[in-house]
């Protein structure tokens, strides 16, 4: 394809990514603007106009997948030579091979999983509770921070981490895995980088070489980087101020969620101050999701315009989100998949329905209520309950077959706690006291093997004298998938985190709560911040539909708890009623007028008590008749069902209270409530006024 070619379809800012002879280079790309098309016709642009040789570029990523579809589409795009693509780790240990070999070295083999040494080296220090997938996740996060065993405990310290092992034991353990790897001459994949990154400062005329080799970088996901990424990429660009590499980054500071496992966001966002002259190209169409959407997303990140706010919209008008509480997370789930059969008609397929929730255990119910359903569903990332290495080691643990059940439950039950507590003759499931809250793998696995605890719970509720092959049986029984058919037509169900980089036409967010969004254990501010971003992307998975709701109760282990919406629900509850209150805003700047206009309406109509909810909808209209109110409501459901649309489609409950508050009593009136705009007016105003003035003010106030 010649170059003028390879410019067709693109917007005007992406035009303008794929041909800015700016380098550095730094293309801030936001949710569905298209970042991985820009990519790659920048690379074949470059390439077309014999600005880059092919055989020159080297193409990073985060994942084997994405480094062939780059691939895939360089070669549709027409560039015939093959890029060097591929992931950090991938092209740093191809150099240190080719290292190895022109210094006559051995190489060392390749320690694919730590867990193993690990846990021989840990020698069932911290008990059941510490997996040695969590002491292997917490040398990787020390490794990426490029972080050695006699730093470890300070610097543990300072970043806040909650190590699965004291941080002294901790930073012992790390020093007798290193010791030990040596001892064997093996490296792990964090030893890839770090090698390289050594061989290329330690030895000139090898980092000359592959400087001449690769002299055009391309970085997709730079947001995701870590430290020892971004040394290593230091290495091949060589030393300022040399100019005979450039360098091309492209990433999202909104979708920077990666940081407790060692990912250094200030590496995107502080890209202009650490390379000065760099030319900044933001792309803030997206093409995604509908209006309605971004808009909430808007609310949710709580920014400006471009990729740190509201993204403009290439796709057609939608349906508001919905929001929606339930009683239990059982009901939750159960009525997510009553959604998802409604939803399902002929023609449609499963895989236009996604659930995300915040932690793997969340699914745990999506699963049960799924497959008693019938829908199939697929679990992507941790992957199925059953599946998982956690509760195949808890379940292989509960004793014999043929024993009571009951023993080895409160066995795992008590693993959980903190070390100090000491385990009781007979211990109840009930007598387990809170969980604790570590952070990063170890959490997720700790809450899957509570839900294991519940899911032992339910079964004891039904066969008290069960045995261990009773439980394994009923397990299967109740988390049963259908075989996916042979096009892969399922449900997916996935966490915010593994949702990245995917889309659904429907989304549903489920367990939207305090304590899960944001998680208990975002303490700092950096940490929220970090689950706000996490929000962000979950809610701009949604191509058409976005579903959001949480649960009044939830069962973990064998505790009910009590639980409050997510302080967020506010923002994205404010987006729908800015949304309802009239057209869509002319601009960024009018858009976050109307929202800031909305909030302070919410939380005034709430007296000031933010988080004070009735009934899962927001506590409004204190001084509302509610005899009026519950008029509107009647009212309000029979217009919803007359045009096939959701009540809250036609006014939220907001709006209802405020006019049963203020009692409008012609138009000039309505068109003063907040939330209800000369289109809503024009709808459905006649009808409003005949309601309020059949009901009389029957509540009298006290005079002033």
């Known amino acids: 394809m010649d170059a003028t070619g390879l410019l067709d379809g693109l917007t005007e800012r992406q035009a303008e990514a794929v041909t800015s002879t700016g380098a550095p280079l730094c293309i801030l790309a936001g949710a569905g603007s298209g970042k991985t098309r820009v990519l790659t016709r920048r690379i074949a642009y470059r390439a077309a106009t014999g600005s880059a040789e092919p055989r020159h570029v080297l193409a990073l990523t985060f994942t084997r997948k994405a480094a062939a579809e780059l691939g895939r589409r360089l070669e549709a795009l027409g560039v015939r030579d093959r890029v060097a693509a591929g992931t950090f780790h991938a092209l740093a240990y191809a150099q240190l091979r080719q290292w190895w070999a022109d210094n006559d070295r051995r190489p060392p083999t390749l320690l694919e999983r730590k867990a193993g040494m690990l846990a021989r080296l840990a020698g069932g220090a911290g008990g059941a509770r510490v997996q040695p997938a969590d002491m292997a996740a917490e040398i990787e996060w020390a490794k990426a921070r490029m972080v050695v065993p006699e730093r470890y405990a300070e610097a543990a310290d300072q970043a806040g981490r909650q190590p699965p092992l004291p941080a002294t034991a901790m930073a012992s353990l790390y020093r007798r895995y290193e010791d030990e790897k040596r001892r064997r001459g093996q490296l792990d994949f964090d030893d890839l980088i770090l090698d390289c990154v050594s061989a290329l ?307 549903f967010l489920a367990g939207l709560e305090r304590g899960l969004v944001p998680i208990s254990f975002a303490k700092s501010d950096a940490a929220r911040d970090e689950e706000r971003r996490l929000l962000y992307v979950a809610v701009t998975r949604a191509e058409r539909e976005l579903h959001c709701s949480w649960a009044r109760e939830r069962t973990v282990g064998a505790r009910v708890m009590k639980r409050q919406p997510s302080p967020w629900l506010e923002e994205i509850e404010a987006a729908r009623g800015a949304l309802a209150a009239g057209s869509a805003p002319s601009g960024p700047a009018e858009w976050r007028s109307r929202l800031a206009a909305e909030r302070a309406r919410l939380r005034g109509a709430r007296g000031g008590q933010a988080n004070n909810r009735r009934r899962g909808q927001l506590q409004v209209g204190g001084d509302a008749d509610p005899e009026l109110l519950a008029a509107l409501k009647a009212w309000r459901a029979g217009a919803a069902k007359a045009g096939g649309v959701p009540a809250f489609v036609v006014f939220h409950d907001a709006t209802l209270a405020t006019l049963a508050e203020a009692r409008p009593s012609n138009r000039k009136d309505l068109l003063a409530v907040p939330g209800l705009g000369p289109v809503k007016a024009e709808r459905y105003g006649q009808a409003l006024l005949e309601v309020l003035a059949a009901h009389p003010t029957s509540k009298s106030k006290p005079e002033a």
Not at 444 to 460: K, M, N, Q, S
């Open 201 to 507: 400062t330690g030895d000139p005329a090898f980092a000359a070489a592959q400087r001449w080799r690769y002299r055009h970088l391309f970085v997709d996901e730079f947001q995701d980087v870590n430290p020892v990424q971004a040394a290593l990429l230091a290495c091949w660009r060589g030393p300022a101020p040399d100019t005979s590499t450039d360098l091309c980054v492209v990433g999202d500071p909104n979708q920077a969620i990666y940081s407790w496992n060692g990912a250094d966001p200030s590496q995107l966002q502080l890209f202009s101050r650490r390379e000065p002259g760099a030319t900044v190209v933001v792309l803030d169409d997206n093409f995604r999701s509908t209006p309605q959407i971004l808009a909430v997303a808007g609310a949710v990140i709580s920014a400006g315009p471009g990729p740190g706010g509201v993204l403009r919209a290439r796709r057609p008008e939608g349906p508001l989100p919905w929001i929606r509480s339930f009683d239990t997370d059982v009901d939750e789930a159960r009525g997510i998949a009553r959604a998802m059969r409604d939803r399902h008609r002929p023609g449609s397929a499963w895989s236009d329905l996604a659930v995300l929730t915040r932690t793997n255990a969340q699914l745990v119910a999506f699963e049960r209520a799924l497959g008693a359903a019938g829908i199939p569903f697929r679990v992507r990332g941790g992957g199925a309950f059953l599946s998982r290495p956690e509760v195949k080691a808890a379940l292989a643990g509960l004793g014999p077959p043929h024993g009571p059940v009951a023993t080895g439950l409160a066995d795992v039950a008590m693993s959980l706690r903190t070390p100090a507590l000491e385990p009781a003759a007979h211990l109840d499931l009930e007598d387990v006291g809170p969980v604790p809250e570590p952070d990063g793998p170890a959490a997720e696995r700790l809450a899957v093997l509570e839900e294991l605890v519940r899911l032992g719970h339910d079964y004891l509720a039904h066969e008290p004298d069960g045995s261990v092959a009773g439980f394994v049986a009923w397990l299967g029984a109740t988390l049963r998938s259908e075989p996916p058919r042979a096009s892969q037509d399922t449900v997916e169900l996935a966490t915010f985190h593994s949702a990245k980089g995917l889309e659904w036409p429907v989304v």
